[in-house]
Nanobody
Framework: QLVESGGGSVQAGGSLRLSCTAS????VGWFRQAPGNEREWVAY??????NYADSVKGRFTISRDNAKNTVYLQMNSLKPEDTAMYYC?????????????????WGQGTQVTVSS
């Protein structure tokens, strides 16, 4: 199971760090979903690299601490359009993906709200 933490409310320009405890998975991704929208890929990390959605590139950083079985999403320069429920997801496959349907396990989500 995946457990996320670190969400909250901040003003535009602020920062938050999300954490996801994910043991035994090669590919771990972050997704987000705002009300009325489809689930959107944000970033992923796996043994062959890291990738970001264009909308967060340069502002968000994904990293992992293998000793703690934890993946982090550092979010800087937050914008109101970043407001969403953020989900951690994991995939046992060697390769990572940007498609929610390709992920095996999901966390419960953590809310991020950015006010202007």
């Amino acid at each position: 199971q995946l457990v996320e933490s670190g969400g909250g409310s901040v003003q535009a320009g602020g920062s938050l760090r999300l954490s996801c405890t994910a043991s035994g998975y090669n590919c771990v991704g972050w997704f987000r979903q705002a009300p009325g929208n489809e689930r959107e890929w944000v970033a992923y990390i796996y043994s062959h690299g890291i990738n970001y959605a264009d909308s967060v590139k340069g502002r968000f950083t994904i990293s992992r601490d293998n000793a703690k079985n934890t993946v982090y999403l550092q979010m800087n320069s937050l914008k109101p359009e970043d407001t969403a429920m953020y989900y951690c997801a994991a995939r046992r496959s060697f390769w990572c993906s940007v498609r929610p349907a390709d992920f095996d396990t999901w966390g419960q989500g953590t809310q991020v709200t950015v006010s202007s």
